[in-house]
């Protein structure tokens, strides 16, 4: 027969083991350092909209605009910038040898927030912002040999700020995966039976300042 001591004390120790073992938390920052701050331009390559079903509208490239805020910016999370402009080339592609043109509302603008920064991270090793694009707003219409379809997409994706190399460029900010997806509301024509209800968006934009060429550095 065990010794009840002895079971206490295994698992005790096995507690203790478990806690050590454990990541600890890190507090997300609350305030924010972007350099250098003002107007911004993006662009990107291939860009894919996928909806629940399977479904891939794929644009061949795109522009933003926007500005960031002055620096330093509190809050956590905190907004960290404002898209006031963004395009896809027309037409993009889909399913059934379909053509869609996409039109974004940015009046108000969409909104990049910041959730959290990790020192040394992101694809350039300079550190990496997590968080969200937001207020995101545009009607898709196309046609196919299913027929016409217009639908509206809304609402907010996850994103991540890779910071650029030093004195670089090269800072891009990913929208693939991260768990959130888009609402497709407003679906009209007979070529919208096979849209689904929610979709992902995936970009890479590569971001410089308008006045220095640079890439934003961001840090919290």
Do not use: H
Request: some cysteine; overall charge positive.
């Amino acid at each position: 027969m065990f010794k009840r001591t002895g079971v206490l004390t295994a698992i005790g120790s096995a507690a203790a083991a478990v806690v050590l073992a454990a990541p600890s938390a890190v507090a997300a920052p609350t305030s924010w350092t972007i350099t250098p701050t003002g107007n911004f331009n993006g662009s990107a390559g291939v860009t894919v909209l996928t909806d629940n079903n399977g479904n891939k509208i794929q644009c061949a490239s795109s522009a933003a605009s926007g500005n960031a805020p002055t620096s330093p910016v509190a809050g956590s999370p905190a907004k960290l910038a404002n898209i006031t402009a963004i395009s896809f080339n027309k037409p993009c592609t889909g399913p059934f040898s379909s053509t869609w043109t996409v039109t974004t509302t940015t009046t108000p603008p969409w909104e990049i927030w910041g959730l959290d920064y990790t020192a040394g991270a992101g694809t350039n090793s300079t550190g990496q912002v997590t968080g969200e694009i937001r207020a995101i707003k545009a009607k898709v219409a196309g046609s196919s040999v299913l027929g016409p379809c217009t639908f509206d997409v809304t609402g907010k994706v996850a994103a991540k700020y890779n910071n650029p190399t030093l004195g670089g460029s090269n800072g891009t900010l990913n929208t693939a995966g991260g768990g959130l997806t888009l609402a497709i509301t407003n679906k009209v024509g007979g070529g919208c039976g096979i849209v689904g209800s929610t979709a992902s968006f995936q970009g890479l934009y590569t971001l410089v300042s308008a006045t220095t060429g640079k890439s934003p550095v961001i840090s919290g």
